[in-house]
């Protein structure tokens, strides 16, 4: 039987308690309530999945904590580009936008292109004349002016060097563990830049009453990303994906959810494999793990069922089911 759901994530990374404290903890959780609260208000209204995780996504990028829309990460060069996609489950439908900049829900333009074009991804300065023709609202520089990730992007270019966040504990916790490029600046490719991964990449999933399923993400990316890097987020498969048998939406090191296809690898496990959704969003996870790449994922099922797993140190993530009743959570 179909139960309605809907989850949202904030993001996946290193998130010690630690490092937290009570008000900002308190402002992360109002944040997720909010989407949660938002796309519920339309499921439980008989309205649909895809209005649903829209309406999340979009009161997450309006948040200025998370990193999308509003908040969103500076690239080297102080800009904020933003990436953003949204799926249909059950018409197999997409819309992404990539490197887009002063859109205000770059998730909402997803939609339009998924609507009112006939491609499934819009970049750069074709997506903004798109924008414009459509008359898609945007917001000035200071909109999305954020004091954090300003600074944040000082920090990345005074360290000059290629970075996962992690913290002291946990660089401990991993010795030993292979170096990839990712972390080691000598061995980093010609060309590569410093980049440090921000927490607070925004998406969620949802079933709606008729068992329709969707699912939308949107980031700002990396911190001190160049030569308009474009990851996961807006790459159908990788960072979103949703059919008739689920929906998932990732954050983390997106460089590692392309190359592992992430969002459709939970999705073929299922269907190949018989797997359940939570199973097969442990193995997708296991499998991230084995290629170096750190985050996490929300996913649902035709039934309702929500996992939510990842391999870093915590991941800002809720959900709410059929009966009402709300979780939210961080830490591991
Ligand atoms: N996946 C996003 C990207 O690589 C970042 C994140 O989820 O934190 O652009």
Redesign the pocket.
Known sequence: MTKIALAVHG???TILKSQMTPDLEREYRNGLETALKTGWSILDGGGSSLDAVEAAVASLEDFPLF?AGRGSVFTHEGKQEM?ASIMDGSSLKAGAVAFVKNIKNPVKLARLVMERTEHVLLAGEGAHQFAEQIGVGTEPDEYFFTEHRWLQLQEAMAEGRVRLDHSEEEEKGRKGEEETWSTKAETRPVGSVPLT?????VGSVACDSRGHLAAATS?G??TNKKYGRV???PQIGA?TYADDVCAVS??????Y?MRGVTAYDLAARMKYKGLSVEAAARETIDHLTRINGE?GLIAVDQHGNITQPFNSGGMYRGYIIHNGSTTIEIYR
């Open positions: 993001g996946a990374g990193n990436d991964r921000p927490i607070g990449t980031t990316g990396m990851g996961d987020t960072g990732c954050t983390g090191h997106g460089e959810f985050g």
